[in-house]
């Protein structure tokens, strides 16, 4: 193992670049993780994380991968190992998502198969890869992303495909959580609340700064209300808390909208 990563934990965010990701990248540069951040694209945007951050650089490394595609995902990990060593935290922030309201009969078999692929079978393909280098370190903390009362396996009308493969990932982390814990390796779900434009990379204190009627607790979602949710998670002193399905939502009952709505 080589020196950086001896001296640091170190942690893979998938689709890092933008967005919530960004902000989970963010927060565990400044916790002191070195951090691995995926693209599928923009390069550009991702390696602005080296300017921000000019003094973390030793410690950054951003890797082009589409984790539908199972040859990058095994690229990602080689440079991963090769780079630091050691793979730490297995944060699944990257999916898809339709934002077009459709019902189920009416997605094509393309976008179906998106759904799917991106958000469930691509992380089975990556914790195959992770697993074993987080067994043979006898450490390890995943997390999966959901959506509010996934774990009930709700019906969500126009959101029927993404619905379906969060829930099959509600499974998948409980399963893995079980089958792990004895290599002290912990997976637990994020599920994120409504979080819109720039606050997906904002703060707490910015999003503070606006009123949300619709949310319970009086403001919006920020990007920081998700990684410090699994900041806590992946805590060496965390380890009690595996198989969770942790909501962040403000409170709101975003099923419920969608089910009414025509």
């Not at 077009?100 to 990556?126: C, P, T």
Request: aromatic content about 8%.
């Amino acid at each position: 193992m080589n020196k950086e990563g001896l001296d640091m934990q170190h942690a893979i965010i998938t689709a890092g670049s933008k967005g919530l990701g960004r902000k989970v990248a963010e927060d565990f540069l400044n916790k002191g993780y070195s951090v691995t951040v995926t693209y599928r694209q923009d390069k550009e945007k991702a390696e602005t994380l080296f300017t921000q951050y000019p003094t973390y650089t030793d410690r950054i490394q951003c890797v082009q991968a589409d984790v539908t595609n199972q040859n990058d995902l095994s690229n990602l990990v080689e440079e991963v190992m090769k780079r630091f060593g050691r793979i730490d935290v297995l944060v699944n922030n990257a999916g898809p998502y339709i934002f077009q309201r459709k019902k189920v009969m009416d997605y094509s078999e393309e976008e179906w198969n998106d759904m799917i692929r991106g958000n469930l079978d691509a992380v089975f393909h990556l914790l195959k890869k992770v697993i074993p280098v987080m067994r043979e370190q006898q450490f390890g903390r995943i997390i999966t992303y959901g959506f509010q009362d996934a774990s009930s396996a709700p019906g969500w009308m126009y959101r029927g495909a993404f619905a379906a493969a969060k829930t099959g990932l509600v499974s998948l982390t409980k399963t893995i959580a079980y089958e792990e814990a004895e290599n002290g390796i912990t997976v637990n779900m994020i599920s994120p609340g409504k979080i819109e434009g720039e606050l997906k990379e904002g703060t707490i204190d910015q999003s503070r700064k606006h009123t949300d009627p619709n949310t319970p607790v009086g403001r919006p979602g920020s990007g920081e209300d998700i990684s410090r949710s699994i900041l806590f998670l992946c805590d060496t002193e965390s380890d009690m808390v595996t198989g969770t399905v942790l909501e962040v939502t403000g409170g709101v009952d975003v099923i419920h909208k969608y089910r009414t709505k025509k």
